[in-house]
């Protein structure tokens, strides 16, 4: 069988730190080739011509909730794929609250089979860990999954771990890296209960961050780092929302080395508390936004490496279930197919460069997770590739949101960026709001 070969041509092409005009050699599911001019020496050859286009390595997204098994109604593997690629996501590591949760190997493979049938991105999965399912733990392969998740903090699905020698055995024992989601129970429960005293259901949700507050969150994620570097694990902390956390995290050590690591999400670096009257239960996040102060000191990290990872947490939930009252809307929203142009007006707004962009949302969980051949542009890579306008305004309506709950917190966003193509292990999956049925997506592999 010949090997599917296509030459990107005249792409301004980010990698490792630097941008430089060339073109790039996809041979099967591998970059060939990268050169400053690469001459097609058949015929056979697709030629692509980038047209000066940004062409950057495939996002890759540690944190996704896709919903399934169990909560279809919200959004599947199928749907949420789909708006990933059209996003410029080309690798997503998916969350264990589903229904059932993933806390068994069974469970597990379950959504590995689903993956292989329905995903256009490639994909792998956390394992969930809960107060009692230790052994269960310790038969999971570090080569096969990405992590084990630990909720500290009940969220979506209420997996909270709250057994503190429970913590601390499973992090003595397993060689999983950990992954937390970080707020103290105790302190939101004492919170929730203040503000329902008050106002019953109906809280008005400019105080969702006062419930799940600075001090909720510091306490569990202080705690985390605290067993972390007493048991020797490997933990790494999910959506940082606070100013205050960000002292627990350093810049002085190269990542590849790092034990304790950190993640900031799409909305803690966009939006602040100050959106909550336009925007309502649609920005309830776990964590909740914060103050603008908070959203400083969070791109402040994350400029300086203390923050490693961009993430988007993408956690869809239907229109009328966000509608609710607050105590009965859930947290979580849809953010896959516009996190990459939510951080590209960032860049047109002087607030980060587009390499700085590509390290923390390309090579940085590659680098973090020890994915196998993913995350860069380069020789012997499989070429999952994202082309780049920078100068194609568009505006973020009903008629173009391609998540299955049908809303986006961005809706009448207007961003300057647009991405225009993305090729998953070679093969052109999507292009300017067309998908191809390649079926290129695999799972993921690790380096361990």
């Not at 430089?20 to 001019?37: A, C, H, P, V």
């Not at 490639?122 to 084990?148: H, P, Q, R």
């Not at 067309?434 to 690790?446: E, H, I, M, S």
Request: aromatic share 8%; proline share 4%.
């Amino acid at each position: 069988m010949t090997l599917k070969t296509t030459l990107i041509k005249n792409a301004n092409i980010v990698n490792e730190g630097k941008i430089f005009n060339g073109d790039i050699l996809i041979e099967g599911d591998y970059i060939k080739e990268i050169n400053t001019s690469i001459s097609a020496k058949s015929a056979d050859v697709h030629v692509f011509d980038a047209e000066g286009k940004y062409v950057l390595p495939g996002v890759i997204d540690d944190q996704v909730h896709f919903r399934e098994p169990g909560l279809t109604h919200k959004a599947n593997i199928g749907t949420e794929s789909k708006a990933a690629i059209a996003g410029g996501i080309t690798s997503f590591i998916e969350m264990p609250n589903t229904n059932p949760q993933t806390t068994t190997i069974e469970k597990l493979e379950e959504k590995f089979e689903i993956a292989a049938k329905t995903s256009s991105a490639n994909y792998s999965f956390m394992f969930g860990g809960t107060n009692d399912n230790l052994d269960e733990i310790l038969k999971v392969d570090a080569k096969n999954v990405a992590a084990l998740k630990l909720f500290l903090g009940s969220s979506t699905g209420n997996m909270l771990v709250d057994n503190p020698e429970v913590l601390e055995n499973i992090f003595s024992k397993t060689n999983l890296l950990i992954a937390v989601h970080c707020e103290d129970e105790g302190t939101i429960k004492a919170n929730f209960e203040r503000f329902t005293e008050k106002y019953g259901d109906d809280i008005p949700i400019k105080y969702h961050p006062e419930i799940r507050s600075e001090e909720a969150c510091y306490l569990s994620s202080s705690k985390a780092n605290s067993i972390a570097k007493k048991t020797g694990a490997r933990l790494h902390v999910f959506h940082l929302s606070t100013g205050k956390e960000t002292a627990l995290f350093d810049n002085k050590t190269p990542l590849k080395d790092k034990k304790i690591t950190a993640e900031v999400c799409i909305h803690h670096l966009w939006f602040t508390d100050k959106d909550y009257d336009e925007k309502g239960t649609l920005i309830k996040w776990n964590p909740a936004v914060k103050t603008q102060a908070d959203k400083d000191q969070l791109w402040e990290a994350l400029l300086d490496d203390r923050i490693d990872v961009i993430a988007t947490d993408h956690a869809p939930h239907t229109i009328e279930e966000k509608e609710n009252v607050y105590s009965k809307a859930p947290s979580g929203g849809p953010l896959v197919q516009h996190a990459l142009p939510a951080m590209l007006e960032m860049h047109h707004k002087n607030k980060i460069s587009i390499e700085k962009i590509v390290e923390k949302m390309c090579h940085n969980p590659a680098i973090l997770f020890q994915i196998e051949k993913r995350g860069f542009i380069k020789e012997g890579y499989f070429a999952d590739l994202v082309l780049v306008d920078l100068h194609h305004p568009w505006t973020v309506k009903k008629d173009n949101i391609l998540y299955k709950c049908g809303w986006s917190p961005f809706e009448g966003t207007t961003f300057k960026s647009r991405i225009t193509h993305t090729f998953i292990n070679g093969s052109l999956a999507y292009k300017n709001f067309k998908f191809y049925d390649v079926n290129a997506a695999k799972r993921l592999t690790f380096n361990r």
